[in-house]
């Protein structure tokens, strides 16, 4: 199985910038597809979906969410953060099966 | 919209089976996409269980394949998880999602179940 790896943990102050990075044990990417996925989750919801295929923005999304990188190593940037984005990030991978995801990132206030 | 909602009882006994129906609306399941489980356990790591497509076969994770079956009733627009000999370690939310290419576009609500006796 494809392994995720992401900081357990991330502090930003609000306005600024927040960077949550995703680590794959192997590529998720095929020729120029990159098969890496981003969703957030507040206490007592469904995860939502953010960003599909590393920097494509889902419906409805803000355009402050943004994502980029491939092969092995994502980033999904928050910019400017706001109270609202209190929540957990979780990368997914659809490259191969299982489906698999990271442990999240669970973005905190300064 | 597509909506998802989750249902079944929230405590199953050990070595028992769990069993939870997605139900949908919005969309018919036979029409297409994969339709998916995915559990996320205390502590918060998620795991993708399976999923029936819209002809009816079925993929699962290899780590349950001998414990788990994913079926449908397509007159009801409803598909199933079961889990068979369930365990402590099976204590969960419980997702029904749509993977479109392998992307959780739509989920449910997610139904907690607790494995205790």
């Known amino acids: 199985d494809i392994v995720l790896t992401q900081s357990p943990v991330l502090a930003v102050s609000l306005g600024q910038r927040a960077t949550i990075s995703c680590r794959a044990s192997?590529?998720?990417?095929?020729?120029?597809?990159?098969?890496m996925h981003w969703y957030q989750q507040k206490p007592g919801q469904q995860p939502k979906l953010l960003i599909y295929r590393a920097s494509n923005l889902a419906s409805g999304i803000p355009a402050r969410f943004s994502g980029s990188g491939s092969g092995t190593d994502f980033t999904l940037t928050i910019d400017p953060v706001q109270a609202d984005d209190i929540a957990a990030y979780y990368c997914q991978q659809s490259r191969e099966s299982p489906f698999t995801f990271g442990s999240g990132t669970k973005l905190e206030i300064k | 919209e597509i909506q998802l909602q989750e249902s079944g009882p929230g405590l199953v006994k050990p070595s028992q089976s769990l069993s939870l129906t997605c139900s949908v609306t919005g969309y018919t399941i036979t029409s297409g996409y994969d339709w998916s489980w995915i559990r996320k356990f205390p502590g918060n790591k998620m795991e993708w269980m399976g999923y029936i497509s819209y002809s009816g076969s079925t993929n699962y994770n290899p780590s349950l394949k001998s414990r788990i079956s994913i079926t449908r009733d397509t007159s009801k627009n409803q598909f199933f998880l079961q889990l068979n000999s369930v365990t402590t370690e099976d204590t969960a939310t419980y997702y029904c999602?749509?993977?479109?290419?392998?992307?959780?576009?739509?989920w449910g609500q997610g139904a907690s179940v607790t494995v205790s006796s």
């Open positions: 999602a749509r993977p479109h290419q392998g992307v959780m576009d739509a």
């Open positions: 192997q590529s998720v990417s095929i020729s120029s597809i990159n098969l």
